[in-house]
């Protein structure tokens, strides 16, 4: 196999004739992609502190209520979330 160079007009037949932006060295930070994936985050990591929060309170043989605002919470992020997993609660006579 002989190599054989290019000629000066194959050469600028191939190369480019604009400048391409590649990308950058950080996040692009502000665009709506950045801001879609930061709220889906956000939305996970409130939901993962609502449910920690909510089996840390959990005491094995004992009955612990959710308060109303923290149940809300964590069914609409359970929904946000695409969750199929549906959480019971006990109703006990303080909750009534």
């Given amino acids: 196999m002989d190599f054989v160079p290019y000629t000066l007009r194959e050469y600028e037949a191939v190369r480019l004739t604009q400048y391409q932006e590649l990308g950058g060295l950080g996040p692009a930070i502000g ?3 950045w801001k879609r994936q930061k ?3 956000d939305r996970r ?3 993962s502190r609502l449910v920690q929060d909510a089996h840390s309170q959990r005491l094995p043989g004992t009955v612990v209520l959710m308060k109303d605002r923290d149940r ?3 069914s609409s992020a359970r929904e946000d979330l695409n969750c199929p997993n549906k959480v019971g609660r006990r109703v006990d ?4």
Avoid: G, N, Q, V
């Fill in 45 to 47: 990591i409130e939901y």
């Fill in 72 to 74: 809300k919470k964590l």
């Fill in 93 to 96: 006579s303080a909750d009534t």
């Fill in 31 to 33: 665009s709506e992609e």
């Fill in 39 to 41: 709220e889906a985050r």
